[in-house]
């Protein structure tokens, strides 16, 4: 079945370092690819996503590209701030299933340090 | 426009009672999902409803959970006899047509904690 594994945290980075949370899925078809962020005490949002192989999804700052060679859909952003502070979700949503629910990883707690 | 409202925000219970969790999607959407997120693991898909009609439930608990969403009012997240490995955070989310789940937006969810 279709899964989706990325990097446990907590991760913990100073103000302005460089991130990546990694992700790799595991998918009949052709999935979508998605980074969700969930702020303390709040819903998940969506962040960014890429529906094909080499798309790249962009948004805040943070780019994913969507690897279908590695199956990956890795997280990265240059310079990230303390309000980035939160828990990051990698999903997928797969049109070859009957009825295309959204996959989601466990997540990875971001801890930014002022 | 509001977004997905879930109440109650946080929803206590004894072992033994029932919780009764809603979510009322954003105006126009006619689908809603229900996922589950335990302490430090990610969300769990439950159930997924249109009005009046369950699509797939294959993530719901066999006993105790049930779920509705009928013509009129919020959908409905049932758990009767809860015990406290029912403790967990609640989410909603709708989207307004089903093809393609892409346009997902979540509530805010519920927390149940059960004593």
């Known amino acids: 079945g279709n899964s989706v594994t990325q990097m446990e945290g907590p991760v913990t980075l100073s103000e302005e370092a460089f991130l990546t949370i990694n992700c790799t899925y595991t998918?009949?078809?052709?999935?979508?690819l998605f980074w969700y962020v969930q702020y303390p005490g709040e819903g998940l949002q969506l962040l960014l996503k890429?529906?094909?192989?080499?798309d790249k999804g962009s948004n805040k700052g943070f780019e994913a590209t969507y690897r279908k060679e590695t199956t990956s859909f890795h997280l990265e952003k240059g310079s990230v701030q303390v309000s980035d502070s939160a828990v990051y979700f990698c999903?997928?949503?797969?049109?070859?299933?009957?009825?295309?629910?959204?996959?989601f990883g466990k997540g990875t707690r971001l801890h930014i340090l002022p | 426009n509001a977004g997905v409202m879930q109440n109650p925000r946080h929803l206590v219970r004894r072992r033994g009672q029932e919780a009764r969790l809603r979510c009322s999607p954003m105006?126009?959407?006619?689908?809603v999902y229900w996922y589950r997120q335990l302490p430090e693991e990610g969300l769990k898909f439950m159930v997924y409803?249109?009005?009046?009609?369950?699509?797939?439930e294959s993530g719901m608990p066999k006993e105790r959970f049930s779920a509705e969403f009928p013509k009129e009012g919020p959908s409905i997240l049932r758990i009767q006899q809860v015990v406290r490995g029912d403790s967990a955070a609640y989410f909603c989310?709708?989207?307004?047509?089903?093809?393609?789940?892409?346009?997902?937006?979540f509530g805010s969810g519920t927390q149940l904690s059960v004593l």
């Open positions: 998918a009949t078809g052709y999935p979508s």
């Open positions: 999903a997928l949503s797969s049109l070859a299933d009957r009825d295309d629910k959204i996959i």
């Open positions: 890429a529906t094909k192989a080499d």
């Open positions: 989310a709708s989207s307004p047509d089903g093809s393609t789940n892409e346009k997902l937006f």
């Open positions: 105006k126009g959407h006619s689908h």
């Open positions: 409803l249109q009005k009046e009609n369950i699509i797939d």
